[in-house]
């Protein structure tokens, strides 16, 4: 398998290049004698019966919290440590090109379409063949059998002609063994060379002859266009879901923030209750806000541990392998470009659209195809044959140009039925129409996206300014009602509590927003860079604009 191998990757290469990709899929090496056989048809099913079955009631008296606690730590891997996984985008990146299911059979569909090709390659490169037959017969005169082996060997060579048609040649051997005759004549042997061509000159002949090769070798640019857009897509994916779990965790923060401070509160209220200052129902308040917080506390941990258990899946990770997933070591920044230059851009490098375009150009050629099988088959024939000498019993290998034969032909076939071809070619007018449309549809479907995706880019900073200004607005209002605590309800304090939470947890939210909106627009207008390693790869300015902008958090 390994030169197969090889040449599957060298078609991919080479194909990835002429599309502008970073990275070509590489085969992966499987022995097909590794492959586990089934030992019977079917594998025994296993349902057992419920009295089969075991259930074992959890003590009352158990520690919840605790078990809660231990899912987090192990989550987390916080218990062992060195035992988890750093984890930042970049790794992220890295480890889902090389493990990642998803990713992995794209790959394998990129390489099954570079096999695709090879064999439609293959059918027209010249092709050998030895084909060796063995006949026993006999016949019988007045009860007396006469027995004879015949062995045939046939050597041929065949070959595809670009514009239609095909030659063959071949070495014919044939020798007979009589077993019951004279002494003599009892062996005969003779050889042939042949050469003989089939050549269309109307049906079947031109460029439509070579359809099934130029489609495939267009179907690999096709799906190395894709590939190169699918890994755009699935970087965009991977970071979407590592800034979900960077909310997540910013969301848990923010209420271990909050239960702290109203743990601070509970015990400041049970102190003024202690000195008369405030009813014991206040004091309450404060308590079920507390009791609150901590579900909620434990419900966002447990929330957390199933994306962090997903995102491994996507990955390709062990889902036992605790991980850590790191901060961002850099912020997007915001593109500055109006939307009808964002448009033009997205039209002129949409790999998609491309293929897209590309696919009319193949609904045209049906068309071509198809009125060439309305025109009348006219088909040249010829052969021409060298034997051995027929005066030698064994014509070994000298042959005799003077026994040359040869003979040519032509068939011509009138187009007096036609029906199912001519309805054939309307069928392939009335798909380049619809590719036709397709495509303008898709054209525009893209200009939506692109337009849409630059404006969340927009409203996402829209939303992150006024919920940075939320937050600040209700840490001044919090502060302010702990110095007056004397003069307001703990209800108020609560409630502030609660505005704060949300209105750090929208923070949050509209900074994943606008993080997914930039990484949308990239990919929405083809722009997204993916390096060979799997990682984003920086425009030019990028690095200019990470510079200016504040820390990321």
């Known amino acids: 398998m390994e030169s197969t191998d090889r040449e599957i990757a060298a078609l991919i290469q080479r194909r990835t290049q002429d599309v502008g990709g970073t990275r070509s899929p590489a085969p992966r090496r499987a022995n097909p004698e590794d492959v586990e056989r089934p030992v019977a048809p079917l594998r025994q099913t296993l349902n057992p ?13 158990r520690d919840v919290a605790a078990r809660l606690e231990g899912y987090t730590a192990t989550a987390l891997g916080t218990q062992s440590p060195g035992a988890a996984l750093d ?26 379409a570079a096999i695709s090709l090879l064999l439609e390659r293959h059918q027209w490169s010249p092709r050998f063949f030895n084909d060796t037959s063995a006949q026993f017969g006999g016949q019988g005169t ?3 059998f006469e027995h004879a082996l015949s062995v045939i060997n046939t050597l041929r060579a065949t070959k595809k002609l670009p514009f239609g048609g095909d030659i ?19 062996y005969v042997q003779s050889s042939q060379l042949s050469l003989s061509a089939n050549v269309p000159l109307l049906q079947g002949s031109g460029e439509s002859a070579r359809e099934s090769l ?13 590939f190169e857009r699918f890994r755009r897509q699935f970087l965009v994916q991977i970071a979407t879901e590592y800034f979900g779990l960077l909310q997540s965790r910013a969301q848990i923060v923010n209420q271990e923030r909050q239960l702290t401070s109203l743990k601070k509160f509970a015990e400041s209220s049970a102190a003024r209750v202690a000195a008369g200052r405030i009813s014991e129902f206040e004091r309450a ?17 447990e929330s957390y541990i199933l994306s962090l258990d997903r995102f491994k899946v996507r990955l390709g990770l062990p889902i036992d392998r605790p991980i850590d997933i790191k901060p961002l070591a850099f912020d997007l920044a915001e593109p500055s470009i109006d939307l009808a230059e964002a448009s033009r851009l997205g039209l002129e490098y949409r790999l998609d659209l491309q293929n897209s375009r590309d696919r009319v150009e193949d609904a045209q050629r049906g068309v071509a195809n198809a ?3 309305l025109l ?6 010829g052969s021409v044959g060298v034997p051995t000498p027929g005066n030698q019993r064994v014509g070994g290998l000298s042959f005799s140009p003077d026994d040359l034969n040869y003979s040519a032909g032509l068939l011509l076939s009138l187009p007096l039925d036609r029906k199912s071809e001519a309805l054939a070619l309307r069928t392939a007018t009335i798909r380049l129409e619809q590719s036709r449309r397709q495509h303008d549809k898709a054209r525009d479907e893209a200009v939506i996206e692109i337009r849409g995706s630059l404006r969340n880019i927009d409203l996402g900073r829209f939303r992150l300014t006024l919920a940075e200004k939320a937050v600040e607005i209700n840490q001044r209002r919090l502060e302010e009602q702990k110095l007056k605590i004397d003069k307001v309800t703990p209800q108020s304090v609560i409630d502030s509590e609660n505005e704060l939470l949300n209105a750090e947890n929208a923070r949050d939210r509209a900074r994943t927003d606008l993080r997914v909106a930039i990484l949308d627009y990239l990919l929405a207008t083809d722009q997204l860079r993916v390096a060979p390693d799997g990682t984003f790869e920086k425009l030019p300015g990028m690095e200019q604009a990470a510079a200016q902008a504040p820390p990321v958090k």
């Open 49 to 61: 019966a419920p009295n089969d079955l075991r259930f074992t009631p959890a003590a009352e008296a």
């Open 87 to 112: 984890l930042d985008l970049e790794g992220a990146f890295r480890t889902a090109q090389l493990s990642a299911r998803d990713y992995l059979n794209r790959e394998e569909d990129s390489i099954v």
């Open 142 to 144: 007045q009860g007396r």
């Open 168 to 186: 063959e040649a071949r070495w014919i051997t044939a020798a007979t063994q009589q077993l019951r005759d004279q002494a003599t004549g009892r």
């Open 214 to 226: 130029v489609q495939a070798e267009r179907e690999l640019i096709y799906d190395a266009r894709s």
């Open 285 to 301: 308040i404060a308590d079920n806000q507390v009791l609150s917080a901590t579900a909620a506390l434990a419900s966002q941990r």
């Open 371 to 373: 009125r060439n099988t």
């Open 376 to 381: 009348p088959r006219l088909d040249l024939t």
